[in-house]
């Protein structure tokens, strides 16, 4: 019995592992998806492909792929197409092999294959030169609401601030069929 609960604790760990070190996972819980309790989700979500892999004794790297599937979508709405999930699911149906096989040894170096790679993906809005500038117009109007007695004089300084640093685009015209022309920006 103990050799059997050590051989869980160690699938137990590698399923965390490799659930752990999964850019899209830890996409989705650094970036909210999963709502304010993401973190818990992703653990959960460790647990219950565990489980799921305890239920059915025989199963096929298409069924786990279309499990975590439904568990992604469901969970952090997110639609896996990144070409990771066939790779992630036959990773998670070798190692639950090997538990059967009672290869433990093979397990934790698994384990420790994957915790030895912490670097953990991180998603971040990249800046632009448009953004830059408006924060810097933001930042103006702010300081300007502050030392300057009433809001609404501030907004008005805003606005005409924002109209001398952005150069006037024409209108779209409409063509003789009525189709509206939409020239590129520069």
Not at 53 to 65: C, K, R, T
Not at 91 to 102: E, M, P, R
Not at 131 to 140: I, P
Not at 172 to 178: L, R
Request: charged share 25%; with cysteine.
């Amino acid at each position: 019995m103990a050799a059997s609960a050590a051989a869980r604790e160690a699938f137990r760990e590698a399923v965390r592992a490799v659930l752990g070190t999964w850019p899209v996972l830890q996409i989705a819980v650094d970036n909210g998806f999963g709502g304010v309790y993401g973190q818990q989700k992703a653990d959960w979500l460790a647990d219950v492909v565990q489980q799921y892999f305890y239920d059915n004794a025989d199963l096929q790297q298409d069924e786990v792929e279309d499990y975590i599937t439904d568990l992604m979508d469901q969970e952090f709405n997110t639609v896996v197409d990144d070409g990771s999930l066939p790779q992630l699911s036959s990773q998670l149906c070798q190692l639950f092999a090997q538990y059967q096989q009672g290869a433990l040894e093979q397990l934790r170096q698994t384990v420790n294959t994957l915790t030895k790679k912490t670097d953990r993906a991180k998603v971040t809005a990249a800046s632009t030169a448009a953004d830059e500038e408006e924060s810097e117009e933001e930042a103006e109007a702010m300081e300007c609401s502050s030392s300057s007695p009433s809001a609404s004089s501030a907004s008005s300084l805003s606005a005409s601030s924002a109209s001398q640093t952005r150069p006037e685009h024409p209108p779209p015209s409409q063509d003789e069929d009525g189709w509206t022309v939409v020239r590129k920006k520069k």
